[in-house]
């Protein structure tokens, strides 16, 4: 089974489009840190994450202080980093998972650092291929994202969109 860690933004992104639910349906097993926990603010989606933790479909890690000085590093090395970012990318990187974000300067550092990286277009192609999400649905969902402003990768968007409002 796929392990995948996942980040803030992948969250805030599938609540958005109403997919978080469905997102907890793949064959994957789902991992994410304590500081990305904390980052989570809006009380109605702490209570979905609780819920979701309280299940045992999210398994929350929490970070030692030898991790700290890791992250720290990470983040000197990499000024656009936040302590959120360093943990699930060091998370990642020593369990040998997939990291899931959608935040551009993040992918960048842990791919150049030999961390497996993929984001929300890899989680809606999972969610058609695995028929949780009709095709169809899927493009509507990906439009809901893309005119609340998510920062997708506009040209691969539009190429699903119409892929899957054909299908």
């Known amino acids: 089974m796929q392990i995948v860690v996942n980040d803030t933004n992948i969250f805030i992104d599938l609540m958005t489009a109403d997919l978080l639910e469905m997102f907890f349906q793949l064959p994957i097993e789902v991992h994410t840190t304590d500081f990305i ?4 603010e809006f009380d109605e989606q702490v209570v979905m994450i609780d819920e979701i933790i309280a299940r045992g479909k999210l398994i929350v890690a929490e970070s030692e202080p030898s991790d ?3 992250m720290a590093e ?3 090395n990499n000024r656009q980093l936040s302590l959120e970012d360093c943990s699930v990318w060091h998370y990642s990187e020593i369990n040998n998972f997939t990291l899931l974000t959608g935040d551009g300067p993040l992918r960048k550092a842990a791919f150049k650092a030999g961390v497996d990286v993929k ?3 890899f989680v809606f192609d999972e969610l058609v291929e695995k028929n949780l999400l009709l095709p ?7 439009q809901i994202l893309l005119d609340a ?3 997708l990768p ?14």
């Not at 926990?37 to 989570?40: M, N, R, V």
């Not at 169809?136 to 990906?142: D, L, P, R, S, Y």
């Open 37 to 40: 926990i904390k980052e989570i």
């Open 74 to 76: 990470k983040m000197s």
């Open 119 to 121: 984001g929300l277009l």
């Open 154 to 167: 506009q040209k691969d968007c539009q190429e699903r969109i119409r892929r899957w409002a054909a299908e």
């Open 68 to 70: 700290m000085e890791i």
């Open 136 to 142: 169809q649905h899927a493009a509507v969902k990906m």
């Open 149 to 151: 402003g998510t920062r």
